[in-house]
């Protein structure tokens, strides 16, 4: 059973707030991803990180940052939020330690957020 | 040319089909990992493979490192293996490279 919690699921926010998508899992995994994906469009990595105090951009240029304080929690943060920031953002870990060391991938249900 | 490329992009079949979807790659990998996304779902690990033939239930993932080719089987297909199925792979510095998915429907 994957372990792995996003929230909020759907956010409707106005242009310039700042918002702050969280993840958590629980299965001591060391590797977290952040990913866009517009409907019916592919996965973009925006952000990874391969354990605490890592983080790196991913191949998708994004305005948000991310952090990696403790091995179970990887926040993204935007910090002034506009239209084009529409989109599902989905958080995975996998890891060779910890709950299902198999280097397995494991998703999160998905943060879908609008902006006005 | 992408890095991971996936066929068919679309496939429509009858219940009870037999369906292959290909997945061929270009850079030397260390795992290929086969996922599944239901319309407005999360994403699903299916399979998780870096050799041979994985089954599980009506799933089947095959890889040939050789030929840099995954195909994944679905047996007597159902109408709720309708879903977008994905292959990506793990390379070089162990970051995710993703095919642009496969959207399967399947009629009753």
């Known amino acids: 059973e994957a372990d792995i919690y996003q929230t909020p699921r759907y956010l409707v926010i106005g242009t310039g707030k700042k918002i702050t998508l969280e993840c958590s899992q629980t299965?001591?995994?060391?590797?977290m991803y952040w990913y866009q994906q517009d409907p019916g469009m592919e996965l973009h990595l925006i952000h990874y990180?391969?354990?605490?105090?890592?983080?790196e951009k991913g191949d998708l240029s994004s305005e948000s940052t991310v952090s990696r304080i403790r091995t179970e929690h990887f926040p993204l943060t935007l910090e002034s939020a506009r239209p084009s920031h529409t989109s599902q953002y989905l958080c995975?870990?996998?890891?060779?330690?910890?709950?299902?060391?198999?280097?397995?991938?494991?998703f999160g249900e998905g943060s879908r957020l609008t902006v006005l | 040319k992408n890095e991971v490329e996936q066929s068919p992009q679309n496939l429509t079949a009858q219940e009870g089909e037999f369906i292959t979807i290909n997945c061929s790659y270009s850079?030397?990998?260390?795992?290929l990992h086969w996922l599944q996304q239901h319309p407005g779902g999360g994403i699903v690990s299916l399979f998780m493979l870096s050799s041979g033939k994985k089954k599980h239930g009506r799933l089947i993932a095959t890889i040939n490192i050789q030929e840099k080719h995954s195909s994944l089987h679905i047996t007597a297909s159902h109408p709720r293996d309708s879903a977008v199925y994905i292959c990506?792979?793990?390379?070089?510095?162990?970051?995710?490279?993703f095919g642009q998915g496969t959207r399967l429907t399947i009629n009753p």
């Open positions: 990506a792979v793990s390379s070089g510095a162990q970051k995710l490279v």
């Open positions: 850079v030397g990998i260390s795992a």
């Open positions: 995975a870990s996998s890891g060779l330690t910890g709950v299902s060391n198999t280097g397995e991938l494991f």
């Open positions: 990180s391969y354990g605490v105090n890592s983080t």
């Open positions: 299965m001591g995994h060391d590797k």
